[in-house]
């Protein structure tokens, strides 16, 4: 015997009225209703771990993801967790650029949403030169998240002449660095 036959058993022991051995009647019923509650036990920690965000893992999750209209970038467990909770504190006063910040770094998309003014939002992808690899999935979630009363422009981030001009390059010095015209308009100073 073992889990809640034992504990059962250990229970019944003291009153000393019943025989508990396992092939007695008395003990099988307690083997029987001991793995039912094995059982039960087993579904309600998964239920319990399932029904938290936090500890959420597979069915939680998926059943959380489903609410929304498009399913976040987040890959892992942890990331998934982390939009769903992102996702979940949008609220009415939710449209300042901090919260939509936050909503989208939550989500795991590398953006910042910048207020220009006249109802204009500019989102810029400040850690990727270009346009991101994964625009296609993100942009219709970034979309989701913003206020849709507000204009919304995507910024991409290429080399300006400036740039060059201010990092003393030369037309030498760009062949000698063996860019071809795409590599060369996507080599941005990593503080921009």
């Not at 029987?32 to 399932?50: F, H, M, N």
């Not at 059943?63 to 942890?78: G, P």
């Not at 994964?134 to 981030?157: G, S």
Request: charged residues 25%; hydrophobic residues 45%; negative net charge.
């Amino acid at each position: 015997m073992e889990g809640y036959a034992a504990y059962l058993k250990t229970l019944l022991e003291p009153l000393g009225i019943y025989d508990l051995t396992e092939h007695s009647i008395s003990g099988g019923e307690l083997c029987a209703l001991g793995a039912e509650l094995d059982t039960a036990d087993v579904r309600l920690e998964r239920t319990e771990r399932e029904s938290l965000t936090a500890t959420a893992e597979e069915e939680g999750l998926s059943r959380r993801e489903a609410l929304f209209a498009r399913r976040s970038a987040a890959e892992t467990v942890e990331q998934r967790r982390a939009a769903i909770a992102a996702l979940l504190q949008i609220g009415a006063d939710s449209l300042t650029p901090s919260a939509i910040n936050l909503t989208l770094s939550g989500c795991g998309i590398r953006a910042k949403a910048v207020e220009m003014g006249d109802g204009h939002l500019r989102v810029t992808f400040p850690e990727t030169a270009g346009i991101p690899a994964e625009f296609d999935q993100i942009q219709p979630i970034i979309l989701d998240i913003l206020p849709c009363h507000l204009e919304v422009e995507f910024y991409f981030r290429y080399l300006t002449w400036a740039e060059c001009e201010a990092a003393g390059m030369t037309w030498a010095s760009v062949e000698a660095a063996g860019h071809t015209w795409a590599s060369f308009e996507l080599a941005v100073p990593p503080e921009a």
